[in-house]
């Protein structure tokens, strides 16, 4: 069994590229909402993301990750990429403090998007993102101070989004401050629904342009008038890393990420190309190429709307400030809840290990590999060198040392040259992972690989060869939920939360199901005001969902 999914492993690469001209002619449109709409330059703005097949106005199969692009008036300000599991995503982008106060645009796509001809960026949707700089005076675009009696009432003429579907928001109509209030959610449409929960301070600053899942699905293209001019392979399995180098085989690995090593033949011109699962956050990648090709579009957009602002807010903004630095400071990890995401598989679950400190220490690794590491042999070439080889097992669990040399990793690193793992120092080693199987990376096939995971994780002392470069690569966010349900009691530091709950993956059966309602507790924060409930998704059949509902913190 393990030899059959090491041979599909090998064979995905093949299959994709085979199948690229049938795939990259799929019309798919990205759909995301945020947790709010107006941000403090220094937050994080929260994303779920949607990608709807645009014929069958279901969630689209095809592509692996969708790429967001942040723009102000003269460019892309940020980015981020957001994995993508049977056409359902989560991510976030962090807002750097050092932005300029103005309005943004936030706008998401996949490199299949990118195979049709004039592929228009300002036709797809977007959302319009407001951004205030409470440390700083710069300003981006039109940036317009008008009165208080003006700001007032551009605030009342805003436009909104009008509520759609027959979904049901039940809360109480007041709550205290530093309590827990239910919020329930109730499916009342007559199928399965999948959407976004935020549960945000509704402050009274001015919202930009308001869009939703419903103009979104009226900007849907006819699926047989796109025309197709490109024929990118589809980003099915992952990301598709491309790269320069100068090696024949080229190769990539993320330090401490123990799966995500990648291995392919490069082109006549330098090029390669590596299929991966997906890396997750921001790494760094060790391989031998010389750069890797930025795959963010950074399409020219035309300039967001003019943010108004008014003397009035200077409290508003000030409050907002603090509340950020005070996140920035304090927030801990025991906030947010980590979702399911696409694992790497490369090596398994199946391992023996080794934790160095349960024996005696020696010198030399040598020592370590013959004394009591039966699964692995040092040995010695004809031409003097050494090599290390992984007993390999069968389907009967029978055990043979393998003929060639294995593969020998440190915190994930592939080291080639084993001369490196014998003048390696044992004593940075935490402990040793063998796999004792025939693996297939790309075209290569290794029998047995070997981890060695030192304290650190960060391949400490290891001196790489001259062709292996160190590159600061940003992989797809890591899908969260911020549910502050472990809200820390009796602390010394005010609660000033903007959003007290937000949730991008939700989804309630059909009515009369028992999963047709989803109730949550929210942990109101330590200031008064109004807070808004938004509920925004999508139906099973691709109708839209949005619902809002406000509550007061007394």
Not at 159 to 188: F, K, M, R
Not at 211 to 236: C, H, Q, W
Not at 439 to 449: A, E, K, S
């Amino acid at each position: 069994m393990k030899r059959d999914f090491t041979i599909i492993i090998l064979l995905a690469p093949v299959l994709l590229l085979l199948s690229a001209s049938l795939y990259a002619q799929r019309v798919e449109r990205v759909w995301f909402s945020t947790d709010r709409n107006i941000y403090i330059a220094g937050e994080r703005i929260w994303c779920s993301a949607l990608c709807m097949d645009a014929a069958s106005r279901t969630p689209s199969e095809l592509s692996s990750i969708a790429y967001m692009e942040l723009h102000s008036a003269s460019g892309v300000a940020q980015t981020a990429k957001i994995a993508l599991m049977e056409g359902r995503g989560a991510g976030y982008i962090d807002l750097p403090n050092t932005l300029p106060t103005g309005n943004y645009r936030l706008i998401a796509y996949t490199s299949a998007n990118l195979n049709e001809r004039g592929y228009d960026f300002e036709a797809a949707f977007s959302r319009e993102i407001s951004i205030f700089n409470v440390l700083s005076t710069a300003r981006s675009g039109d940036v317009k101070v008008v009165g208080e009696s003006d700001y007032i009432a551009a605030v009342a003429a805003a436009p909104s989004i009008e509520p759609c579907a027959d979904v049901q928001i039940i809360v109480a109509s007041e709550a205290g401050c530093l309590d827990q209030i239910p919020v329930s959610i109730v499916n009342n449409t007559g199928e399965e629904i999948t959407f976004s929960l935020s549960i945000f301070n509704e402050d009274g600053l001015l919202v930009g342009k308001a869009s939703g899942p419903e103009e979104f699905l009226k900007m849907l293209p006819d699926a047989d008038r796109v025309i197709f001019d490109r024929n990118r392979t589809p980003e099915y399995e992952g990301e598709i890393i491309t790269a320069q180098s100068g090696e024949k085989t080229a190769y990539i690995s993320a330090i401490g990420n123990y799966s995500d090593i990648y291995i392919a033949e490069t082109a006549d011109d330098g090029t390669v190309r590596f299929f991966t699962g997906n890396i997750y956050g921001d790494v760094e990648l060790v391989g031998n190429i010389s750069s890797i090709r930025q795959p963010f579009a950074e399409p020219k957009l035309n300039a967001p709307s003019t943010l108004l602002i008014s003397e009035s807010l200077r409290n508003r903004l000030e409050f907002r400030g603090a509340a950020m630095q005070i996140g920035r400071r304090f927030d801990s990890d025991t906030l947010y809840e980590l979702l399911p995401k696409r694992e790497n598989t490369l090596l398994g679950a199946e391992r023996i290990t080794y934790i160095l400190d349960d024996y005696t220490r020696f010198p030399l690794m040598e020592e370590v590999i013959v004394e009591y590491i039966s699964q692995i042999r040092a040995r010695k070439k004809a031409d003097g060198t050494r090599d290390i080889q992984v007993k390999i097992e069968d389907v009967f669990r029978v055990g043979e040392f393998a003929e060639d040399a294995s593969l020998m990793m440190v915190d994930g690193v592939p080291i080639f040259d084993h001369e490196m793992i014998y003048r390696y120092d044992p004593m940075l080693v935490k402990s040793i992972d063998i796999y004792p199987y025939a693996y297939f990376i790309g075209n290569r096939q290794f029998d047995g690989i070997v981890n060695m995971k030192t304290y650190k994780g960060t391949i400490p002392s290891l001196t790489l060869g001259p062709e292996v470069r160190i590159i600061e690569f940003q992989g797809a966010a890591l899908p969260m939920a911020y549910t502050c349900r472990k809200l820390a009691e009796n602390a010394d530091y005010p609660d000033y939360r903007q959003t007290l709950y937000w949730h991008p993956l939700v989804t309630a059966g059909v009515t009369g199901r028992a999963d047709s309602s989803v109730t949550v507790i929210c942990n109101t924060p330590d200031y008064s005001g109004t807070f808004s409930i938004v509920v925004e998704g999508i139906t099973s059949s691709g109708n839209p969902i949005f619902v809002n509902k406000a509550f007061k913190v007394q």
